[in-house]
């Protein structure tokens, strides 16, 4: 359980916990099954079903505490005493959960080296910001969300390097531009303060923009103190003024002013040029108000006004990673095509995962292409591609439905069916659904569905009954592996609310 102590009467088999800091409702949470701990550091172990124990040990042993000493020499002591790690099945409907003393991690992102130092990371990063600071209302979750990604980002900086951190950040970024793109500049949930009105959903809030346009502010603030370590500092004040509280965004704009005089000052200075003599009797009362209008520190802009970030950081230094990606992208897509050329250029197997799915996710923008490319590409990497880890996978099985591909088709089912994880099913689910192969994914449902969580089941039945009537519950052991694919008459769905949909995006809590 999240608690700092725990005792186990062994007569009355009856557990107590016992959490000695105050913590938000939704960082409670007790986990129960046939799990195992093993001790992965001085203050860290994992809990693990038997199956899975010796890939999580192998995976973290020593990591953990590597990254919380990092976190620790930027941002202060770790206080919650023990940070340990429970590995939870593939159904799981959520990546991690940040529960103090306790994150909670799908067992699935195991597989992805890369992916899994991220999301761990970024669970640690939450210890500070979001369980000893947390947003004061889910209107604002980007003062957890956005500082906790600025901070993960400068934990893997320490620990891995520049490079490293710019081409997470360029792969996060892209994602962001391809979810506003979906969605639309002046959608009223890109704003980092979005107003939860009578029927919004506030799991929506859950999205790219809560995130990574979170982080950009984050790191606009720091680009203004002119000082990342500057910066750091006065997170750490931050966090030693409202630790244990519950904030709002003026809190942190106000201390991030009063830690930073000389822009306080210029703030004022400007507030005189800008507002008339005949306001000035309000000027002390509306300071902070003004501030956030000043022209220079946009605070507003960067709070209230829809669409992408008004700045974003200089990547630069992840050149040397992002750069092969973008040469072997314009191979592959510059006309006439010398596939021969495109496919020797670069050893792909060499790259880290973080690269390949970056120029998967390339072609899968620039999806359909050409069926000549799409052959090519597979005949040059789809058997590479299998022996990779699912993150890379389920973007080459993406770009094979996006395009048609049916030589390839075979794999999407097996990938299918042998996926229990919300973030690895729903992606392909939906890109099956919007082109000309939702009687192949019906199939696919109808024999797999009894393995699916109840929550993940009733999402795909969500996408799957887009423009049909509503899919009726079927017992999959009763469907045969070669029953044909099963066509519903077109109607409009009554399960649908016309809502947009932002499950595609995958997103660490």
């Known amino acids: 359980m999240s608690a700092t102590q725990s005792t186990y009467s062994e007569q009355e088999g009856v557990y107590q916990f016992y959490m000695e800091y105050p913590v938000p409702a939704y960082l409670v ?21 038997p199956c899975l124990l010796p890939a999580a040990i192998s995976k973290l042993s020593g990591m953990v505490e590597r990254w919380l000493s990092a976190a620790e020499s930027l941002y202060g002591p770790y206080i919650w005493g023990r940070y340990d790690i429970v590995f939870l099945p593939p159904s799981f409907p959520i990546v991690a959960m940040e529960n103090p003393c306790l994150t909670f991690i799908i067992s699935s992102i195991l597989e992805s080296d890369e992916f899994l130092i991220i999301d761990v990371i970024h669970e640690v990063a939450h210890s500070w910001f979001g369980n000893a600071v947390t947003n004061a209302t889910w209107e604002e979750m980007w003062l957890s969300e956005g500082l906790a990604t600025y901070a993960q980002r400068r934990i893997t900086t320490e620990t891995y390097g520049a490079a490293f ?8 970024l892209d994602a962001l531009h391809r979810q506003m793109k979906l969605l639309g500049e002046d959608n009223p949930v890109s704003k980092l303060q979005v107003k939860l009105e009578p029927g919004v959903n506030p799991s929506n809030l859950m999205n790219l923009f809560t995130y990574e346009k979170g982080y950009c502010f984050v790191h606009y603030l720091s680009q203004l ?3 990342p370590k500057h910066f750091d500092s006065f997170l750490r004040a931050y966090i030693e003024k409202y630790k244990f509280t519950s ?10 002013l009063n830690f930073f005089p000389e822009l306080k000052e210029q703030c004022v200075e400007r507030k005189e040029e800008a507002v008339p003599k005949s306001q000035a009797s309000c000027r002390d009362s509306c300071s902070t108000f003004l501030m956030l209008l000043v022209p220079g520190l946009e605070f507003e802009r960067w709070l209230n006004a829809t669409g992408p970030p008004l700045a974003e950081p200089d990547l630069s230094q992840g050149s040397s990673l992002t750069r092969p990606v973008e040469t072997l992208y314009s191979l592959w897509t510059t006309e006439p095509l010398d596939a021969v050329a495109a496919a020797s250029s670069v050893d792909i197997t060499k790259w880290r995962t973080f690269q ?9 923008d620039g999806s359909p292409l050409p069926h000549e490319v799409i052959k090519k590409l597979s005949e040059s990497y789809s058997s590479q591609l299998d022996s990779m880890n699912a993150e890379i996978r389920i973007r080459w099985l993406q770009i094979v439905v996006r395009n048609d591909y049916y030589p390839d088709l075979y794999k999407v089912r097996c990938f299918l069916e042998n996926q229990r994880s919300r973030m690895y099913t729903i992606p392909l689910y939906e890109d099956l659904c ?76």
């Open 165 to 172: 951190t710019c081409l997470e950040t360029a792969f996060r």
């Open 247 to 256: 904030v709002v965004a003026q809190d942190l704009l106000d201390s991030f």
């Open 225 to 227: 103190c002119g000082d």
């Open 356 to 364: 390949t799915v970056l120029f998967l996710d390339r072609l899968l």
């Open 434 to 509: 919007t082109g000309t192969l939702k009687s192949f994914a019906l199939e696919v449902f109808y024999q797999t569905q009894n393995q699916l969580h109840p929550n993940l089941r009733k999402t795909i039945q969500q996408i799957l009954s887009q423009g049909l009537n509503p899919l009726p519950t079927i017992d999959a052991t009763a469907v045969a592996t070669d029953t044909p694919a099963m066509v519903l008459e077109d109607k409009a769905s009554e399960a649908t609310n016309g809502a947009i949909s932002l499950r595609d995006v995958n997103v660490s809590a």
């Open 29 to 49: 949470a007790l986990v129960a099954g046939d799990l195992i701990p093993a001790d992965i550091g001085p203050r860290s172990r994992v809990w693990a079903e």
